[in-house]
C-alpha cells in the first residue's frame, strides 16, 4: 500500500471543515423548529424531553464501546496484539476525520498502527473491511426485521428486499477469500508470472481478510455490531416518543438502520445529507409532523455522529503529535 502521512495541516482542515457541518446542523434544528410550528423556541426548550436525549447519549455511549470490543476482536484475530485500550484510542481519533472529503478516519487508524507497534498495512488493512462489512450485515438485519414488524405495507415491501440483500451479501462476504486468492492466481499466471513481488502482497492481503471474514470472527463482530446499533434504534424509539409521535423499538431500529444506509449510499463524507433526507423520509412516512421530523434528525445527528467526531478532534492533535515523534525514531 502506498504510505500514508498525517500532518498538522490535515487537522486545521479538518476542524474548520467539521464545525463548519456540526454549525449547520444546529442552524437547521433551529431555523426548522422555528418554522415548521408556531411555538416559540422557548416553548420547545421546556417542553423538551431530556431524559429522552439522555438515553440515546448513553446508548451511543455503549454502541462506541461494542464498536471498540470489535476491532480489538478482530485485530486479535489478525494476531496485532494490540492492547484494548489503545485500539480504542485509535479508533476514537478516527472518528475525527470520518466526515471530511475522502473519508481518511478509517486510514488514520491504520497509520497509527504502524508508526506505533510497526505493523504493516497489509496486515492491517483487513480491519477495514471487518468494520464495515459487519456494519453492513448488522444494519441490514435489524432494518429487515424492523420493516416486518413496523406494519406499514410499502415498508414491509422494502424488508424483503433488503433481506434478501442481506442473504447474498453474507453469501458473498464468506466466499469472497477464496474466490479471490483464485483470481489472483489466475491474474499472475495470465501475466506471465511477472510482478511477483506484488501479488505475493495481495496474496498475503487475502490470506489476513480471510482470518477476519471468516464465520467465527464475522459473526462475533457482527452480532457486536447488531446489539450496538440496536441499542440505538431502541433510544432512538424513545426520543421520537418524546417528541410527541409514538415510535417502538422496530420503528427506531428502522429509522437509524435505514438511515445511515442511506448515508453509505450517498458517498458523502459521513453520509451528510444521504442520512438526514433518510431518516426525514422514514419519520414522515411513519406519522411524524414536520417539527418533529426535523427535531429528531437533528439530535439523532448531533449525538449519533458529531458528539463521537468532537471526541475524536479533541484527541487528534495528541495522536499526530506522538506519531510525528515515533516517526522520526530510529528503528
Known amino acids: 500500500m502506498a504510505p500514508l502521512r498525517f500532518d498538522l495541516a490535515l487537522l486545521k482542515r479538518a476542524e474548520r471543515w467539521i464545525l463548519a457541518l456540526v454549525g449547520l446542523t444546529v442552524l437547521a434544528m433551529l431555523v426548522g423548529t422555528v418554522l415548521t410550528t408556531k411555538q416559540s423556541l422557548i416553548d420547545h426548550l421546556y417542553n423538551f424531553p431530556y431524559g429522552a436525549v439522555w438515553w440515546l447519549f448513553v446508548a451511543t455511549l455503549v454502541e462506541s464501546l461494542l464498536r471498540f470490543w470489535r476491532y480489538h476482536t478482530a485485530g486479535n484475530a489478525l494476531g496485532l496484539r494490540v492492547p484494548f485500550w489503545r485500539m480504542m484510542y485509535y479508533y476514537t481519533v478516527g472518528y475525527a476525520l470520518l466526515p471530511t472529503p475522502g473519508k481518511v478516519g478509517t486510514a488514520i487508524r491504520l497509520w497509527l498502527l504502524k508508526i506505533n507497534h510497526q505493523l504493516p498495512y497489509t496486515r492491517t488493512a483487513p480491519l477495514l473491511a471487518m468494520d464495515l462489512i459487519s456494519d ?196
Open 136 to 331: 453492513s450485515i448488522a444494519l441490514c438485519a435489524l432494518a429487515a426485521i424492523g420493516l416486518a414488524i413496523v406494519g406499514n405495507p410499502l415498508l414491509q415491501g422494502l424488508g424483503w428486499l433488503v433481506g434478501l440483500a442481506l442473504v447474498v451479501g453474507v453469501v458473498a462476504t464468506l466466499l469472497a477469500p477464496q474466490m479471490l486468492f483464485r483470481l489472483v492466481g489466475m491474474l499472475y499466471a495470465l501475466g506471465g508470472h511477472k510482478k511477483a513481488r506484488f501479488f505475493a502482497r495481495l496474496r498475503q492481503l487475502i490470506r489476513h481478510s480471510s482470518r477476519v471474514l471468516g464465520w467465527r470472527v464475522l459473526c462475533l463482530t457482527t452480532a457486536q455490531s447488531f446489539v450496538g446499533w440496536a441499542l440505538v434504534g431502541l433510544a432512538v424509539g424513545h426520543l421520537v416518543s418524546g417528541l410527541g409521535t409514538p415510535l417502538n423499538m422496530a420503528g427506531g431500529t428502522v429509522v437509524i438502520s435505514l438511515g445511515t444506509m442511506g448515508g453509505f449510499l450517498s458517498m458523502m463524507p459521513a453520509g451528510v445529507g444521504g442520512a438526514e433526507a433518510a431518516m426525514g423520509f422514514l419519520l414522515s412516512t411513519m406519522g411524524a409532523p414536520l417539527t418533529t421530523v426535523v427535531l429528531a434528525v437533528a439530535i439523532i445527528r448531533l449525538i449519533v455522529l458529531w458528539l463521537t467526531v468532537l471526541i475524536g478532534l479533541g484527541l487528534l492533535p495528541f495522536a499526530l503529535r506522538g506519531g510525528s515523534q515515533t516517526a522520526q525514531e530510529p528503528r
